[in-house]
């Protein structure tokens, strides 16, 4: 079956980075567009940056944008999200999905994702 394994997460001050990593197994890693979302307290889950199935393209929330690098390496079955400035609001947890259609479309919404990891926190720190 398909696993999606984040890792990376933890407690860093503002504007501080972290590099999270989700390791998936279970499917052909390398046809598959991959995202990432997060989750605060009381909010909805949101979404944060999604990648090709190649790597070609990236499409990052405005919320993250310059801050924000989402990288895969299909060599490793991976998924990355290497996040810079961190800031207060981009404390939650944060999950790794992927719509599992082959060469798919880069997608920003969570119900257009069939298969999520467990999720890490990130915790930002004043």
């Known amino acids: 079956q398909v696993q999606l394994v984040e890792s990376g997460g933890g407690l860093v001050q503002d504007g501080g980075s972290l590099r999270l990593s989700c390791a998936a197994s279970?499917?052909?890693?390398?046809?598959?567009?991959m995202g990432w979302f997060r989750q605060a307290p009381g909010k909805e889950r949101e979404f944060v940056a999604a990648?090709?199935?190649?790597?070609?393209?990236?499409y990052d929330a405005d919320s993250v944008k310059g801050r924000f690098t989402i990288s895969r390496d299909n060599a490793k079955n991976t998924v990355y999200l290497q996040m810079n400035s961190l800031k207060l609001e981009d404390t939650g947890v944060y999950y790794c999905?992927?719509?599992?259609?082959?060469?798919?479309?880069?997608?920003?919404?969570?119900?257009?994702?069939?298969?999520w990891g467990q999720g890490t926190q990130v915790t930002v720190s004043s």
């Open positions: 999905a992927t719509d599992a259609k082959p060469l798919g479309s880069l997608r920003s919404t969570p119900p257009e994702y069939q298969y």
């Open positions: 279970g499917l052909t890693f390398s046809l598959y567009a």
């Open positions: 990648i090709s199935w190649n790597g070609g393209r990236t």
